[in-house]
């Protein structure tokens, strides 16, 4: 009985009020917490936010966990190029940008890293995503290139043939994969960042030239 009622939080991370709906019988819920903890059938993420694991049956879905985990946010950055299958490297760090303060969460899941932006260029090439019947949010492979290009530390490439490099060599990116990239998408991220937008005109003008080989 007791484990069909966790089972209705499903695979979405849920605050510890849930667990006092779901085991209305239990006086001392954070005690309730750990034990479930103990017993590997739920993650504790933060402070008062928790998900069902796996050995409970539970489908995770990071990207999800990313979105809930500190909010508002989208995945972006090296994951999202990664969820596209742009970049071959596996990805151990779930990156995501906000409208708040930026943060990290080491968790059992892994590291979720949040990087600030601002609220103009918050949702400018940012798409819904669907996974086992939950919705979370994600940057488009546009949008997950130019948050890489405007938020990774002392990045500042000047020239065309560096960026192209930088692009194969760094990222192992396919530069071909670009031709199918919308560069609307593109336009409205540079016109939208406030800081290297000269490496987001570089990208449109990596496109054009692709596009005419």
Request: glycine share 6%; charged share 25%.
């Amino acid at each position: 009985m007791e484990k069909d009622s966790l089972n209705q939080v499903g695979s979405a991370p849920f605050q510890s009020s849930v667990l006092l709906s779901l085991f209305s019988g239990t006086k001392r819920i954070n005690d309730k917490a750990r034990r479930l903890e103990q017993e590997k059938r739920i993650i504790r993420l933060k402070k008062g936010l928790y998900v069902r694991s796996a050995d409970d049956g539970a489908t995770l879905s990071l990207p999800l966990i990313a979105n809930h985990l500190y909010g508002p946010s989208y995945v972006s950055m090296h994951t999202a190029l990664r969820h596209y299958g742009l970049i071959p490297e596996r990805v151990y760090e779930i990156q995501s940008l906000t409208i708040k303060h930026s943060r990290n969460f080491d968790t059992p899941l892994g590291l979720f890293s949040y990087h600030q932006c601002d609220v103009g260029y918050f949702s400018a090439g940012m798409r819904q995503e669907q996974q086992d019947g939950y919705m979370y949010l994600i940057a488009s492979p546009e949008k997950a290139l130019c948050d890489l290009l405007l938020k990774t530390p002392r990045l500042n490439i000047q020239s065309l043939k560096g960026f192209k490099e930088y692009l194969e060599d760094d990222l192992r990116l396919e530069v071909s994969a670009l031709v199918d990239f919308d560069t609307n998408i593109l336009e409205e991220c540079r016109m939208l960042a406030k800081t290297k937008s000269k490496m987001i005109d570089q990208l449109i003008t990596l496109i054009a030239n692709e596009r005419c080989v």
